[in-house]
């Protein structure tokens, strides 16, 4: 297996353009999450889905974050409009299931860049 | 919610020095699971801890969790430029996410 896909690696944008970012999670992985890093926040969870379904997005920032997944392969994390603030580096994870038995796959990750 | 402190915040040492971070909870926790972040890569899972006082070894890593598994801590033993990174303790929250510290950056000096 490839492990986690995520794409872009890479995007800088402008202040008030919409960014979406997407994620191939593990094949079989029933869970996946969306995290944000930052020097000053760390690792943050935004929000998590089981077998698609979000099921905890506490840790989204604001009305501007949306995140989907329409199918087992595929989810995508949107920021509309995106700010300065949302400089990042975005990581999506994906596991069988939940702590304790089972350790989460990270992605390479998307950094993002909001001029 | 629940929340870890992860000290030192930083760590230098020489090649060949050992190297401890700490994991702290004012509450009792659960489980908890550690990860290494290379520089400019993504979090790797190393190990999970669930058992009060249980210690585990891989190679020059030893991990603790705490009698009261309200702390635990990663040990390296004779540090190597390869263990360079930063590493965090993620505890497992209530619903079975995790809760990832601060992090500890090491960096080892050859």
């Known amino acids: 297996d490839a492990g986690v896909i995520q794409s872009p690696r890479h995007e800088v944008t402008e202040m008030g353009q919409e960014v979406t970012l997407r994620c191939k999670p593990i094949s079989g992985h ?3 999450f969306w995290y944000r890093q930052t020097m000053m926040r760390g690792l943050e969870l935004l929000i998590y889905f089981n077998n698609n379904v979000p099921i905890d997005d506490s840790g989204m ?11 087992a392969s595929f989810s995508t994390l ?10 990042a580096v975005y990581f999506c ?19 993002l860049t909001v001029l | 919610g629940q929340q870890v402190m992860q000290i030192p ?6 090649e060949g020095e050992d190297f401890t971070t ?3 909870s004012s509450t009792t926790l659960s489980n ?49 430029t390869t263990d360079v990174g930063t590493y ?23």
């Not at chain 1, 949107?78 to 400089?87: A, L, M, V, Y």
């Not at chain 1, 994870?93 to 992605?107: D, H």
């Not at chain 2, 070894?57 to 990663?74: D, H, I, M, P």
Request: glycine fraction near 10%; proline fraction near 8%.
């Open chain 1, 78 to 87: 949107k920021i509309q409009p995106s700010e300065p603030r949302d400089s």
């Open chain 2, 22 to 24: 700490y994991c702290n």
């Open chain 1, 30 to 32: 029933d869970y996946l």
């Open chain 2, 32 to 80: 908890i699971q550690w990860y290494k972040q290379r520089p400019g890569g993504h979090p790797v899972f190393l190990i999970q801890l669930v058992k009060s006082g249980e210690v585990k070894k891989q190679k020059r890593l030893t991990f603790q969790f705490g009698e009261a598994k309200k702390n635990s801590s990663l040990h390296i033993t004779a540090t190597q």
């Open chain 1, 93 to 111: 994870a994906s596991s069988l299931g939940l702590a304790p038995y089972n350790e989460q796959f990270f992605g390479p990750g998307t950094r």
């Open chain 2, 9 to 14: 915040q930083y760590q230098h040492v020489q």
């Open chain 2, 88 to 110: 965090f303790c993620a505890p497992g929250g209530s619903q079975g996410n995790l809760i990832f510290g601060k992090g500890t950056k090491l960096s080892v000096k050859p």
């Open chain 1, 61 to 71: 920032p604001e009305d501007r974050f949306s995140a989907k997944m329409p199918n």
